[in-house]
């Protein structure tokens, strides 16, 4: 029998889908060239989310041979998968803008916009129920919404008025997926470069390190993905301490900056 949550997750790319039909019927059927590049979105969208869910279940896997230090960056694949869906998108739209000629927009292509609009409140509203990865990925989709403001009004401006303002319509959204893959490439780039954590988290390590009479000389901590570093911190220790009560400080410490702060470091002593 099928859990809750995977009830859920089938739900959300079943509405995903219904959405993306409706906006490339009403695309295809009645001319608007910005409810096209909207649908175009919408399915680069699912193959984003799949693939996410696919690499992020990869990078979650325990450390093997392979991956002494586990799979995190393999999420990072994910954000590759998406880079590839948009940009693919992106190339069939510009392809479609430059093709385009004066054409008719039929005022029925808002009303399957703003059908679109709303399944994709349902799509948000179940992903927020869901939780979890879901979570951000629900906020990536409200993206979803604002374009399909956009297609509405440019739609509506296209059959009222002229198809320029349709045209117009799909430029900008087009512009916007360039943006949305500017924006996935330096957020992997930020995964893949061995960026150092906030100077939060080094003030939080230097004062669990302190709280057990020990100073921090140096550390090299590198950032795997939210909530999980590693690296390594040399430290001194006071000269007249015990080395039974040492080895006893140094397993506390490291299974503290492990569970509070995700940090996973190998400890050096500065004697």
Known sequence: MLSKRTILLVLVVLLALIGGMLKIIGGLLYGSRSLLVDALTSFANIAALLFTLYYYRLSTMPPDTDHPFGHYRLGVGGKIAVMISYSFVAGIAISELLTSTHYTVSLHSVYFAL?????????????????????????????????????????????????????????????????????????????????????????????VVGKYGLKVIRSRIRFLEPGRYHGDIKVSIPRDIDIDELIKILRSLKKELYEELGVDASIEIDF
């Open 115 to 207: 059908l679109g609009f709303i399944v994709y409140l349902g799509v948000i509203y179940v992903a927020r129920l869901i939780g979890g990865i879901f979570k951000t990925y629900s906020a990536f989709t409200v993206s979803e919404l604002i374009e399909s403001i956009v297609v509405i009004l440019a739609a509506l401006g296209g059959a009222v008025i002229s198809y320029l303002i349709d045209y117009t319509g799909a430029v900008l959204l087009t512009l916007y997926i360039f943006y949305e893959i500017k924006e996935t490439f330096s957020e992997a780039i930020v995964i893949i470069s061995d960026t150092a954590p906030s100077s939060d988290l080094i003030r939080r390590i230097n004062e």
